[in-house]
């Protein structure tokens, strides 16, 4: 006996404008990938629960391509077959643009249809768009409308799917947001006209049907996608010129903005610190105008002299409405560059370089020429002269060595004097490598690890370290800061207790008694210690898993609720593929710690147990401060704080936004440490630190993903000066 179920999943992403000229409105170009795979299960008396699968996936590449994938018929068990085909095409009509991806199954079943169990089918598909909003001015502010709409109730519950909007241009920060996961959503973003948005629907169906009765049915079934751009309503300045964060090459600017829609004049503030620019003090107040535009660096305008090369400089533009009422703006910033060469290609610092690699930097302030030293020792490079000048900013050296460290440096020349460069280092594949703390770096732990990866021939490892760095570079087994000798498998070094707000420089050298070439001397790398206390900064993570001597991955050391997911829904890092910590959306350094939370029913908790600091009252420190990043995503839920001491009640601070989940942007956090002392706590003496989401006693239910980073202990702010 036979007998065929057939499932069809589309997906269409229907793209309209509430605008006069919907066919203006969107430009959009696609890439769809479209995988089926079957799951047929069956009960047997005598074998038991049997499945078989059959994945694949399809692509189709071209905005104006139809593709047509097939799976061969293959036989599974007995003879019983499983036959896919998946489809992707695209149309473009007058007003709109319609993209499909569509899967669909078929089965034939060579064994009794009475003995089916059920049988489930697993389709995924994702449409993959780049939109431009083209019917407003570039930059202009946008809201990107989404709706997710299912005719069939049944499926809001069995349909799992992702919505995925990114977007990276001049107006916009590149990001991600996800947004909902089971049944019809809808949701906003921010958009500007003109950038390039990507986005991203995937779904995952899951159809059953019983051999007495059909959930689902047959046939058909559509997810409808709107995307709707609507134009904002501004009431901050927007759109600054030059670009936040740019890098500017002269000695005088003309700042510009976008004005708020209800604008009728503007405060300007500029000046060399965020926190003067921020407070409006210190002379950074540059008056109220009417005109969009602010010159500095010419005569008769601020700083007269020109612009100084290597400067960070911060702006702000408050808008002001016709009764007086103010919107305070964004902080904006640009930098001149060096008189210096910076920005090289390897970066300093960079390991696994390609011995055939070509060297190349961005050119200093008004550079005309340029002067390359290279080599292998600090000292020849440091101090080498009187070699001609380029025009080039790139440089080939003869092929290099593996295993070993290399040194560079630019001098600069614009006609008028010669700057010297700063020497920097790479190393190629098979040196001595992946230093933690990592060179350059900042508000290190005072009482932090050294830890490296071996190199490719070491025997052992020679450990120097200082706080000279020409002692270090320079140093041998004779000298102060040579600390001794580590076997192979013992890649770490405890330097104690260091002095805060301090450079400190360490060189690991790799010896091999059998190789001619031994031993290997590395390169010089420097961190510099915090002038606060560091309870976690999340830097010195990595991903190197246990047993591996050299293993410190975050989750060892915060505990959450893997081991206890019924109770918990924690789970600190990411899962593979690395890294285990967040590299992108980071406050400071180069890590941040990914919190994924689940409190439907449980809470979530993830506790450290500390080494150092324990003594909380320290330095004179006074505050706790944890930066925390959320998501709109998010489901909306607190966040708390709680220490211990070894015995006694823990105490719990929690933060005042009852949906801190959902703040997207970094935030800092403070704490008065009096607060948990009011609470019980001893604060010469914590011992753990727990980050929590919810409500422990009553959790309030959703799930979500967190980022925290520089957890730390500070003194009192000082006084500012009248």
Request: net charge negative; with cysteine.
């Amino acid at each position: 006996m036979q007998s065929s179920k057939a499932l069809i999943v589309a997906v269409s992403i229907m793209l309209m404008s509430v605008l006069h000229q919907p066919v203006r409105a969107f430009t959009f170009d696609y890439h769809t990938i479209a995988n089926a795979q079957a799951l047929v299960s069956w009960y047997d008396s005598y074998f038991g629960l049997v499945a078989a699968y059959d994945p694949d996936t399809k692509e189709a590449n071209n905005a104006r391509s139809y593709a047509t994938a097939y799976f061969d018929d293959e036989t599974i068990l007995w003879g019983d077959h499983v036959a896919i085909s998946a489809l992707a095409d695209a149309s473009v009509e007058p007003n709109e643009v319609v993209l499909s991806a569509e899967v669909t199954g078929s089965y034939e079943f060579a064994i009794a249809w009475p003995l089916m169990e059920y049988f489930q089918q697993d389709a995924n598909g994702t449409v993959e768009g780049l939109l431009r909003i083209d019917e407003f001015p570039a930059g202009t502010p946008c809201s990107l409308q989404i709706d997710i709409s299912f005719p069939n109730e049944t499926w809001n519950g069995l349909c799992l799917w992702q919505l995925y909007i990114e977007s990276s241009s001049d107006y916009f920060v590149a990001g991600r947001d996800e947004l909902g996961n089971y049944g019809a959503r809808s949701g906003t973003l921010d958009a500007y006209a003109g950038e390039e948005i990507y986005v991203f629907l995937g779904f995952a169906a899951y159809g059953r049907a019983d051999h007495d009765f059909e959930a689902l049915g047959d046939g058909n079934f559509t997810i409808n996608a709107t995307l709707t751009a609507t134009k904002k309503v501004m009431t901050k300045a927007y759109n600054p010129t030059p670009a936040d964060g740019n890098i500017y090459n002269d000695t005088a600017v003309s700042l510009g903005w976008w004005p708020g829609d209800t604008a009728v004049s503007h405060d300007v503030y500029f000046g060399t610190s965020f926190d003067d620019v921020n407070e409006g003090t210190n002379g950074t107040f540059q008056g109220n105008q009417a005109a969009t535009s602010f010159i500095v660096g010419s005569s008769e305008s601020p700083y007269p002299d020109g612009l100084v090369p290597g400067t960070t400089y911060y702006w702000r533009i408050d808008e002001v409405e016709a009764n007086g009422t103010k919107h305070e703006g964004d902080i904006w910033s640009f930098r001149t560059p060096p008189r210096t060469a910076y920005d090289p290609d390897p970066a300093d610092g960079a390991e696994f370089v390609d011995p055939n690699a070509t060297l190349s930097w961005e050119p200093g302030f008004l550079t005309k020429s340029h002067t390359i030293y290279f080599g292998d020792n600090f000292n020849d490079v440091n101090n080498a002269s009187g070699v001609p000048s380029q025009e080039s900013t790139t440089y080939t050296p003869d092929p290099l060595e593996s295993e070993k460290f290399y040194y560079w440096r630019v001098d600069e020349d614009d006609g008028v004097a010669t700057y010297k460069g700063e020497v920097w280092s790479f190393s190629t594949p098979g040196a001595v490598g992946s230093p933690n703390p990592y060179k350059g770096a900042e508000n290190v732990k005072q009482t932090t690890m050294l830890r490296w990866v071996a190199g490719d021939d070491a025997g052992s490892h020679q450990v120097y370290f200082g706080t000279d760095k020409v002692a270090v570079s320079n140093a041998t087994t004779a000298s102060p800061e040579y600390k001794g000798i580590k076997n192979l498998d013992d890649v770490q070094y405890d330097p104690g207790s260091l002095m805060g707000g301090t450079n400190y420089y360490w060189r690991i050298d790799e010896v091999n008694n059998l190789n001619p070439n031994s031993p290997w001397k590395g390169g010089v790398w420097a961190f510099t210690t915090a002038d606060y206390l560091v309870v976690d900064d999340i830097e010195s993570y990595n991903d190197i898993d246990p047993p591996n001597p050299g293993s410190n991955t975050i989750f060892a050391y915060w505990i959450d609720g893997y081991s206890t997911p019924a109770i918990n829904g924690a789970l600190v890092g990411n899962d593979p593929p690395l890294p285990y910590t967040e590299r992108t959306i980071v406050h400071g350094g180069r890590q941040s710690m990914p919190y994924v939370y689940d409190i439907t029913g449980k809470y979530a908790e993830a506790a450290l147990t500390l080494e150092s600091p324990r003594d909380w009252t320290a330095s004179d420190v006074n505050t706790l401060t944890i930066w925390f990043h959320g998501d709109f995503a998010n489901d909306a839920a607190p966040i708390y704080v709680a220490i211990a001491n070894m015995t006694g009640t823990p105490a719990v601070v929690t933060h005042d936004d009852s949906a801190a989940t959902q703040i997207n942007a970094w935030t800092q956090w403070d704490i008065p440490l009096q607060e948990f002392a009011d609470k019980g706590i001893d604060l010469t003496n914590v011992n753990t630190i727990t980050i929590g989401i919810g409500d422990k006693a009553n959790p309030p239910g959703g799930l979500g993903k967190m980022y925290f980073d520089d957890i730390g202990l500070h003194r009192p702010a000082e006084e500012p000066q009248p």
